[in-house]
């Protein structure tokens, strides 16, 4: 599914935040038996070279000031937040977020955003 809405899109957007969530996310792979050493490095290769097709969406005071808004309205963890804010900051009609976080897809999609939950069990991408 994640490859699909990958090449599928006109543009990724994301915030300077992933780049340091994907790394975390391969380390407690690694640390956890999930990925092997050389998997891990691998993932975070291949990870790097998608990178600059991302259009970053970086962190600024009043990113942050609504972040911490959204987190309170939606019961939001700090990154997720963030990650919330900058998605609603492109203001973009034709913008579809995904996650895989069930709190964050909530909060996306009660602020009008479409959404696609990465999480759901039939894998059917849903655009509100």
Do not use: K
């Amino acid at each position: 599914m994640c490859r699909r809405i990958w090449f599928d899109a006109d543009r990724r957007v994301s915030s300077s935040l992933t780049y340091v969530e994907v790394a975390a996310a391969l380390a407690l792979a690694e640390r956890r038996g999930r990925l092997s050493s050389d998997d891990h490095d691998q993932a975070l290769s291949i990870f790097a070279e998608l990178w600059p097709q991302v259009d970053v969406v970086e962190i600024s005071g009043e990113l942050i000031a609504q972040a911490a808004r959204l987190a309170r309205i939606h019961a939001l963890r700090g990154y997720d937040a963030v990650h919330c804010a900058a998605a609603a900051e492109l203001d973009d009609a034709d913008l579809v977020a995904v996650s895989g976080d069930a709190q964050l897809i909530t909060a996306w999609a009660e602020l009008g955003l479409g959404v696609i939950n990465a999480a759901d069990e039939d894998r059917r991408p849903d655009p509100h």
